[in-house]
């Protein structure tokens, strides 16, 4: 979750219409939200383990991050991960 964390603060420096939402539902386990309001580009992660659904979660904002046109984007993960 650190690094899920850290990779979101980062890409919201930049983008600041960005927002993340981790929360716990009985009937949904745990539940992670990604909303980039100005892209209209919605992600949501679920699983039992708060673990499983952030490790899910950064895989798809690092991916965004690889394929979004900003060059400040493109190099996140990689300051970020490595």
């Known amino acids: ?3 899920l964390i850290k990779l979101f603060s980062k890409m919201q420096y930049h983008k600041q ?3 993340l939402e981790i ?3 009985k009937v949904a386990d745990w539940v992670v939200y990604f909303v980039w309001k100005d892209k209209k580009i919605t992600l ?3 699983s039992i383990s ?3 659904a952030c490790a ?3 895989q798809k904002l690092v991916n965004l991050c690889i394929e979004d046109d900003d060059i400040d984007l493109n190099n996140i993960p ?3 991960l490595l």
């Open 1 to 3: 979750m650190e690094n």
């Open 44 to 46: 949501e992660s679920q």
């Open 17 to 19: 219409s960005m927002e």
């Open 56 to 58: 899910d979660m950064l």
């Open 78 to 80: 990689y300051n970020i």
């Open 50 to 52: 708060i673990t499983l």
């Open 23 to 25: 929360t716990y539902d």
